[in-house]
């Protein structure tokens, strides 16, 4: 046998929902938009559907039986799902709600997405984002595989460009990260040689800004430094320069979020007499997937920041 409830129309729910809130039929009515005989007439049929008596009329007005009471508990959370999708619905299709999933390497994070996300949030609080912070060997696979909407970062050789729409975007300038205190922060503007024997604290190897400072070094004869930690885990390099003569390079957006209010951390930054930059990273978008609207506003953000700072190659 076929289940009443199954045929019950979202105005015949909400019918009910009313009668039972309000306790007159008149009220009811006028909250669902019809006549009175017209709500008359559907109190009866959904009555007829399920079979059984929903409300009686009273001194006092329109009284629920228990089955009625039943009904109507069901018939207003129902309502109240079907007014709460509705919003969120609306929300979605404005770009004001739904998910979005991005990805950057270190620097953007700090400079280009955070500020986006700020200003995305101040126009539509209820939109859900997710920030992967990652080498780009771990982003771009996931917005190959359809779990991030777009990331900043670069394309790893291995990996066929032809699956992705690319933008350039900006290069990243490397900062030397070291405690205040440093021995080597009154000597001037540095070459990197006079850095050597100190202790460095690097990312993985093949990471770019590992491989900057090695062709650094190369650059001025020498091979990379001896005494080496390695990590990506920015609390581990903190807890390691916090006590120690140790040199940690690290995106520029990254130091001077260390270095100015309110943080400043007791760090300082080395200056070098020949800047140390890696290759740009960029915005790159899984090719033929849609963008959400929400997705496609933050986006925008984040192009407007690259603008506004400035490309940088």
């Not at 700020?118 to 990652?134: F, G, M, N, T, Y």
């Not at 202790?199 to 190897?205: D, N, V, Y």
């Not at 260390?258 to 080395?270: D, I, N, Q, T, Y």
Request: charged share 25%; with cysteine; glycine share 6%.
């Amino acid at each position: 046998m076929s289940d009443p409830f199954l045929h019950m129309r979202p105005r015949q729910i909400r019918l009910i929902s009313e009668i039972f809130s309000h306790g007159k039929l008149q009220i009811a009515a006028e909250l669902c938009g019809m006549t009175q005989p017209a709500a008359s007439r559907m109190l009866g049929e959904v009555e007829a559907l399920l079979g059984a008596k929903l409300f009686n009329r009273g001194p006092k007005g329109m009284e629920a039986t228990p089955t009625g009471a039943l009904v109507a508990r069901h018939a207003r959370r129902m309502v109240n799902d079907l007014s709460q999708l509705s919003a969120e619905f609306t929300e979605l299709r404005a770009g004001r709600g739904g998910i979005v999933r991005i990805g950057a390497v270190t620097g953007p994070a700090l400079g280009e997405i955070v500020p986006a996300i700020q200003a995305l949030k101040a126009e539509a609080p209820l939109v859900d984002v997710s920030v992967e912070v990652a080498p780009s060997a771990t982003l771009v696979p996931q917005l190959e595989r359809g779990h991030l909407d777009f990331a900043l970062a670069r394309l790893p050789p291995w990996m066929e460009d032809r699956a992705f729409d690319i933008e350039p975007a900006r290069t990243e300038i490397v900062r030397l990260l070291v405690r205040d205190g440093h021995p080597m922060l009154e000597r001037g503007p540095l070459k990197v040689s006079a850095l050597h024997d100190f202790p460095w604290i690097l990312q993985s190897l093949g990471t770019p800004i590992r491989r900057a400072v090695e062709e650094a070094f190369h650059e001025e004869g020498l091979s990379s430094p001896p005494n080496v930690t390695t990590t990506s885990s920015l609390l581990a390099v903190i807890a390691l320069l916090r006590d120690s003569d140790a040199i940690a390079p690290m995106a520029q957006e990254v130091v001077d979020l260390m270095l100015e209010p309110p943080v400043s951390a007791g760090f300082r930054h080395l200056e070098l007499k020949r800047p140390m930059s890696v290759e740009p990273y960029m915005i790159l978008c899984a090719r033929d997937r849609e963008l959400s609207k929400a997705a496609e506003t933050l986006l925008t953000m984040v192009r407007k920041s690259i603008r506004m700072r400035g490309a940088r190659f």
